[in-house]
């Protein structure tokens, strides 16, 4: 089964072809930078990221490049607040922003174009669509796009162009235009855009560019002509990424996207999110206050990416506990010595082969053993979730069935092949791969040799202590591991330490 996702177009779920295979070129809407990203944004993120891996994991070489942009309504009134140039004000929440998003695992894009940075290009793309009857000024040296001037315009939210609304983000009513529906490629500037340097010259005066027209160019500069995939969330459908279809098409006379993929909203505690409400939350809050950026990354993914999502503060306790698990799970694995071997590395191998066959077979070569088996059967259905339309839902279920099923079978067998289970640590490192969560879980908890070598001479300290029925000095030496955030795990076959925050 190839990827089949849903297209905003054609309102339909089809399969994913890009033009020129294996090249993918994917673009997404990223955030204005005049403040921390909200959580709903990162949820858009990490829909982006889980793309991008599963292209990448599926043999794709992925073009992404995710623009920011630095120069809106919005930036120039927080900039002006501040008293700073628009690009000094800007600067620290977009370095906080991608900073954040390392945190949680989120694979850089190879580019982050800064809207600031592409300014002649826009006044070039305005004057061709001048060129083309397409754009018109006024006397105030703003221009316009007329929507009546290109007829396929309402095509991506299913309008008549006879009967859409303004085209306006913000503001646009506050200049002179012919149509209402028209919306701005070029803004006169006005004392505040001077202010905090968001004015250009131009052939029409000083000014600066319509946001809309900002990712038509960025993408299409950075990308080509034509992009394979198209990313936003739900409120850029229109108007948008519809205007972006028509100032993009009006000139190049080609089809700008092959296939639009939005990601829908979230709720927090089952409400929309909102100032006003007092429950919008930044990714920056949540990390500042301690929580496992891995938790975060799972709850965020937690549902399928054009269903509601309810973000919610128990619901990141239990991400974290899942998170928990596959912590342990891979340990678990990384420290069981097989037959035929020495013990797993924990995490080692990749997606070549993990498809259950990587040499797990029983010792007289006869058969297949049962964690191959189980790791051929978690991938297959991990594989199938993701092609359904990037149902990371489903892709997190068939993990932990896998987790769940390995354990009963590590818990039950006498012994276990060493190829078998690491047909079992390959699966879990593929998988890991796409949903990045272990990556993630492990920051921050590495141990060099010197702190290793300490812990196991107290964890043997602590043994002699217990065999000595010193049970004080035993418990001291827990604690003591504890406050270096090292905890203990004894069982009959042995004692077991992991690092946690």
């Given at each position: 089964?190839?990827?089949?996702?849903?297209?905003?177009?054609?309102?339909?779920?089809?399969?994913?072809?890009?033009?020129?295979?294996?090249?993918?070129?994917?673009?997404?809407?990223?955030?204005?930078?005049?403040?921390?990203?909200?959580?709903?944004?990162?949820?858009?993120?990490?829909?982006?990221?889980?793309?991008?891996?599963?292209?990448?994991?599926?043999?794709?070489?992925?073009?992404?490049?995710?623009?920011?942009?630095?120069?809106?309504?919005?930036?120039?009134?927080?900039?002006?607040?501040?008293?700073?140039?628009?690009?000094?004000?800007?600067?620290?929440?977009?370095?906080?922003?991608?900073?954040?998003?390392?945190?949680?695992?989120?694979?850089?894009?190879?580019?982050?174009?800064?809207?600031?940075?592409?300014?002649?290009?826009?006044?070039?793309?305005?004057?061709?669509?001048?060129?083309?009857?397409?754009?018109?000024?006024?006397?105030?040296?703003s221009v316009y796009f007329s929507i009546g001037a290109f007829p396929a315009y309402?095509?991506?939210?299913?309008?008549?162009?006879?009967?859409?609304?303004?085209?306006?983000?913000?503001?646009?009513?506050?200049?002179?235009?012919?149509?209402?529906?028209?919306?701005?490629?070029?803004?006169?500037?006005?004392?505040?855009?001077?202010?905090?340097?968001?004015?250009?010259?131009?052939?029409?005066?000083?000014?600066?560019?319509?946001?809309?027209?900002?990712?038509?160019?960025?993408?299409?500069?950075?990308?080509?002509?034509?992009?394979?995939?198209?990313?936003?969330?739900?409120?850029?459908?229109?108007?948008?990424?519809?205007?972006?279809?028509?100032?993009?098409?009006?000139?190049?006379?080609?089809?700008?996207?092959?296939?639009?993929?939005?990601?829908?909203?979230?709720?927090?505690?089952?409400?929309?999110?909102?100032?006003?409400?007092?429950?919008?939350?930044?990714?920056?809050?949540?990390?500042?206050?301690?929580?496992?950026?891995?938790?975060?990354?799972?709850?965020?993914?937690?549902?399928?990416?054009?269903?509601?999502?309810?973000?919610?503060?128990?619901?990141?306790?239990?991400?974290?506990?899942?998170?928990?698990?596959?912590?342990?799970?891979?340990?678990?694995?990384?420290?069981?010595?097989?037959?035929?071997?020495?013990?797993?590395?924990?995490?080692?191998?990749?997606?070549?082969?993990?498809?259950?066959?990587?040499?797990?077979?029983?010792?007289?070569?006869?058969?297949?053993?049962?964690?191959?088996?189980?790791?051929?059967?978690?991938?297959?259905?991990?594989?199938?979730?993701?092609?359904?339309?990037?149902?990371?839902?489903?892709?997190?279920?068939?993990?932990?069935?896998?987790?769940?099923?390995?354990?009963?079978?590590?818990?039950?067998?006498?012994?276990?092949?060493?190829?078998?289970?690491?047909?079992?640590?390959?699966?879990?490192?593929?998988?890991?791969?796409?949903?990045?969560?272990?990556?993630?879980?492990?920051?921050?908890?590495?141990?060099?040799?010197?702190?290793?070598?300490?812990?196991?001479?107290?964890?043997?300290?602590?043994?002699?202590?217990?065999?000595?029925?010193?049970?004080?000095?035993?418990?001291?030496?827990?604690?003591e591991l504890a406050e270096r955030g090292i905890v203990l795990e004894d069982s009959?076959?042995?004692?077991?330490?992991?690092?946690?925050?």
């Amino acid at each position: 089964m190839a990827l089949r996702l849903y297209d905003t177009l054609t309102r339909s779920v089809r399969d994913f072809q890009p033009a020129n295979p294996p090249t993918v070129r994917l673009y997404a809407c990223g955030p204005t930078v005049y403040d921390h990203a909200h959580i709903g944004n990162y949820r858009s993120f990490l829909v982006y990221d889980l793309l991008h891996r599963y292209l990448t994991w599926s043999g794709y070489e992925v073009d992404f490049v995710m623009n920011l942009t630095d120069v809106d309504d919005k930036t120039i009134d927080r900039a002006s607040e501040a008293g700073e140039d628009v690009r000094a004000y800007t600067a620290p929440f977009t370095e906080s922003i991608l900073a954040d998003a390392r945190a949680l695992g989120i694979l850089p894009a190879r580019a982050y174009p800064l809207a600031t940075g592409y300014v002649p290009q826009m006044v070039s793309w305005i004057e061709r669509l001048e060129e083309k009857k397409l754009a018109y000024s006024v006397e105030d040296g703003s221009v316009y796009f007329s929507i009546g001037a290109f007829p396929a315009y309402g095509r991506l939210k299913g309008l008549d162009a006879d009967n859409t609304r303004p085209g306006a983000r913000v503001a646009d009513d506050e200049y002179e235009k012919e149509n209402v529906r028209d919306f701005a490629l070029w803004k006169a500037a006005k004392p505040v855009d001077e202010a905090v340097g968001a004015a250009w010259d131009s052939p029409w005066g000083r000014g600066r560019p319509g946001w809309h027209l900002e990712c038509s160019v960025m993408s299409i500069a950075e990308l080509g002509e034509t992009l394979d995939i198209h990313m936003g969330g739900e409120d850029l459908v229109f108007p948008h990424h519809e205007n972006e279809i028509a100032q993009s098409e009006g000139v190049t006379g080609k089809p700008f996207v092959l296939h639009w993929v939005h990601v829908k909203h979230l709720v927090v505690e089952g409400e929309k999110m909102s100032k006003s409400l007092g429950n919008a939350i930044t990714v920056h809050q949540l990390l500042e206050e301690g929580l496992r950026p891995a938790a975060i990354r799972h709850q965020l993914l937690g549902a399928q990416y054009r269903r509601e999502l309810n973000f919610t503060r128990e619901g990141l306790e239990a991400s974290a506990a899942a998170v928990q698990r596959l912590v342990d799970f891979e340990a678990r694995l990384a420290e069981t010595v097989g037959e035929g071997g020495k013990g797993g590395a924990g995490g080692a191998g990749g997606k070549d082969g993990a498809g259950g066959k990587n040499g797990a077979e029983e010792k007289n070569g006869a058969s297949e053993g049962p964690l191959a088996r189980l790791a051929g059967e978690a991938i297959e259905a991990f594989r199938t979730a993701l092609d359904d339309d990037l149902n990371s839902a489903e892709a997190l279920a068939a993990l932990f069935v896998f987790v769940n099923r390995v354990n009963g079978e590590l818990d039950t067998a006498s012994d276990v092949a060493e190829s078998d289970l690491e047909s079992a640590r390959s699966a879990l490192a593929s998988i890991d791969e796409v949903m990045g969560l272990l990556s993630v879980a492990r920051q921050g908890l590495e141990v060099d040799d010197d702190f290793e070598s300490w812990i196991v001479s107290l964890i043997a300290d602590r043994k002699a202590a217990r065999e000595g029925k010193d049970f004080a000095r035993a418990d001291a030496i827990r604690e003591e591991l504890a406050e270096r955030g090292i905890v203990l795990e004894d069982s009959a076959g042995g004692t077991r330490w992991k690092r946690v925050r």
